[in-house]
């Protein structure tokens, strides 16, 4: 079966960092880009960020630019998304996909994890 697996959510303090991983599971990431969304409480879901695979060009949420670091390991099939200098707008459900199209928009986004939470106390 093919899946993403997610891990690394926790709650911490502002101003504290968390690393989460998204593996593939099923399938290898050669020819995916793999997005990090997120949804907060009552709110839509949002992009997070985003990387291609063909030229490994990232894409930031303006919210976390400067804050997030997304990486990628193809040797395994995981993706890290490293968040320092968190703060408690952060918080929210966080899910990694994969997109078959190898775009960070449209509608080719074929596989989905099951999230991860991530809360951050003031």
């Known amino acids: 079966e093919e899946q993403l697996v997610e891990s690394g959510g926790g709650l911490v303090q502002a101003g504290g960092s968390l690393r989460l991983s998204c593996a593939a599971a099923?399938?290898?990431?050669?020819?995916?880009?793999i997005g990090w969304f997120r949804q907060a409480p009552g709110k839509a879901r949002e992009g997070v960020s985003c990387m291609r695979s063909r030229d490994g060009t990232i894409y930031y949420a303006g919210s976390v630019k400067g804050r997030f670091t997304l990486s990628r390991n193809n040797a395994n099939s995981t993706v890290y998304l490293q968040m320092d200098s968190l703060k408690p707008e952060d918080t929210g459900v966080y899910t990694c996909a994969a997109n078959s199209e190898d775009v960070c928009s449209g509608r080719g986004w074929l596989h989905w994890g099951r999230g991860t939470q991530v809360t951050v106390s003031s």
């Open positions: 099923g399938f290898t990431f050669d020819g995916y880009a």
